[in-house]
């Protein structure tokens, strides 16, 4: 089976203009030409086709996608598996939001009462809504849509009294933070307190912890300004280069 790029759009559902871009960036490229002359695609590419298309409905970037399709030890039914397992979590998650909206609805409509674990529950998927409005692109391209996913999980696992506790551990944080800012040495005893603190905070939200992803996390903080203004913000100017400080000194 070939297929011209006419051919391809109309089957894909994709623009001509997007499957010529593809081909230019070197993502999608036609492997054969017909007599004619006109270039065309066979069966190996419309399967690329089929996997550039899972992955975009994961999140994943084209440059992020060419990289994983182009890897020397690609396996298509490896990536499958992989694929179908991320999927089914998304739509987990996505179930959970529009199960929250439905009956958040009905009780400002008065159709029925929400329990405080219902009402919390709700709470939770609003954190997960807006931190993936707000730091989605970010965090998928440093951690990938599997962790991502993964991460949201575990938030929406997360019981009532833990939720406390992490709130509790946050304000014990910039306590420290405070304390450790007055000295100035991030290789200080309290800096290495911040630090722990930091990771245990991190620890409620990440379905695996690894030095390599806290440090590059604070080194996220650094270059992004909604991270840098949540720390400045509570406890002054260079709070944000102090705990990124602290936080590479203690994965050491």
């Known amino acids: ?44 590419d419309i399967d690329r086709l089929q996997q550039i298309l899972f992955y975009r409905e994961l999140d994943f970037k084209l440059e992020e996608i ?34 929250t909206i439905q009956n958040t609805i009905q009780v400002m409509e008065g159709e029925k009462v929400m329990t405080n674990e219902q009402k919390f529950e709700a709470f939770k ?7 993936d409005k707000q730091y989605g692109e970010e965090i998928r391209g440093k951690y990938g849509e599997e962790q991502v996913l993964a991460s949201y999980g575990k938030l929406k696992n997360m019981t009532e009294e833990q939720y406390e506790s992490v709130n509790q551990l946050e304000q014990m944080l910039f306590e420290r933070l405070k304390e450790a800012m007055v000295g100035g040495d991030a290789s200080a005893e309290v800096a290495m307190e911040v630090a722990e603190l930091h990771k245990r905070w991190l620890s409620f939200y990440w379905a695996k912890y690894t030095p390599q992803a806290h440090a590059g996390l604070a080194q996220m903080y650094l270059h992004d300004e909604r991270f840098t203004a949540y720390y400045d913000d509570r406890v002054g100017k260079g709070t944000t280069q102090f705990l990124h400080d602290a936080i590479l000194e203690y994965v050491k």
Not at 24 to 43: A, H, K
Not at 68 to 79: K, Q, R, T, Y
Not at 125 to 131: A, S
């Open 125 to 131: 998927n609003k954190m997960i809504e807006d931190n």
């Open 66 to 99: 060419q990289r994983i399709l182009d890897a020397p030890d690609f396996n298509v039914n490896e990536a499958l598996r992989k694929q179908h397992e991320m999927l089914e979590q998304k739509r987990n998650y996505l179930d959970g939001l529009i199960i």
């Open 1 to 44: 089976m070939k297929m011209l790029i006419n051919e391809l759009a109309k089957l894909s559902g994709l623009s001509k203009r997007a499957l010529r871009y593809y081909d230019e960036i070197g993502l999608l490229t036609p492997s054969d030409t017909g007599d004619n002359g006109y270039r065309q695609y066979n069966v190996t």
